[in-house]
């Protein structure tokens, strides 16, 4: 049985969020039931304790616990120069995966913005693409028809969501789709921030036959509040060679594929 909240082996409720947080910075994942044996209060304390850590945008609450919480991103001009070269060799493995005379969907974002200016120039296929920075980049590739959907400009990220750009993106079956995204956790899947992003996500991992996901280490084993799709949706993950053996073993653990420069 729990003790009570009163009880002289308490933790002050400061002391316990910062062992909340990190328990959660090395384990990936907290549970309510095994917080509450290890700092000695109820349930009821716990659960007031994570709800306070979401709000303050530090956690993400889920069923039985928590998981760590994908970042709010800067504005699109200000990401472009944040982890550049870390960026770009992810762009180069992603970019070597495109076969000549493919139909690939490149996702948005800077990321993707780097595979786009990774491309040989003496491949030919065919690029369609919800992202006009990724549309301008390619615009004079020699080999390439560039295809940007149509929709609304999402103004965070700079990509086309709504209607429209799901039914374009349903018309479409492709070969490859290099996926970029806000969250990705074991358990929880593929994540975005904003629920028209997630539809668009959904939408191109359906219509591909394999789905790549290019993340830079930050982002792994985070949630975003809007589920995309399941890991086992991917092929394969490209991401950083900095990442811990402890954050890739889940998703090796799925047999996915890692790829790491």
Same mark, same amino acid.
């Given at each position: 049985m729990t003790p009570p909240d009163s009880s002289a082996t308490a933790h002050l409720p400061e002391e316990r969020r910062r062992i909340i947080l990190e328990r959660l910075a090395t384990e990936g994942r907290v549970f309510a039931a095994d917080l509450c044996g290890i700092l000695r209060v109820s349930e009821d304390t716990i659960r007031r304790d994570l709800r306070e850590l979401d709000e303050a945008g530090l956690l993400r609450r889920v069923h039985g616990g928590a998981l760590p919480r994908a970042q709010a991103p800067l504005a699109h001009k200000a990401r472009v120069e944040v982890q550049q070269s870390e960026k770009q060799a992810l762009a180069r493995i992603a970019a070597g995966l495109v076969r000549a005379d493919q139909?690939?969907?490149?996702?948005?974002? @800077?990321?993707?913005?780097?595979?786009?200016?990774?491309?040989p120039r003496e491949?030919?296929?065919? #690029?369609? @693409?919800?992202?006009p920075p990724?549309?301008?980049?390619?615009?004079?590739?020699?080999?390439l028809e560039v295809r940007l959907v149509g929709g609304r400009v999402h103004p965070q990220s700079l @990509?086309? #969501?709504?209607?429209?750009?799901?039914?374009?993106l349903r018309q479409v079956r492709a070969d490859l789709f290099l996926l970029g995204v806000c969250g990705l956790h074991a358990e929880a899947g593929i994540t975005a921030l904003h629920a028209e992003e997630a539809a668009v996500k959904r939408a191109m991992i359906q219509g591909a036959a394999e789905t790549v996901a290019v993340v830079t280490a930050d982002k792994l084993g985070t949630l975003a509040p809007f589920v995309v799709a399941p890991v086992q949706s991917l092929a394969a993950l490209v991401t950083e060679s900095s990442a811990s053996e402890s954050t890739l073993a889940p998703f090796r653990k799925l047999n996915l594929r890692v790829m790491t420069p």
């Open positions: 139909v690939i969907f490149l996702d948005g974002g @800077t990321t993707m913005l780097e595979v786009a200016r990774c491309l491949l030919r296929g065919t #690029v369609v @693409t919800v992202s990724v549309a301008l980049a390619l615009a004079d590739h020699p080999g @990509t086309l #969501v709504g209607a429209e750009t799901v039914e374009a």
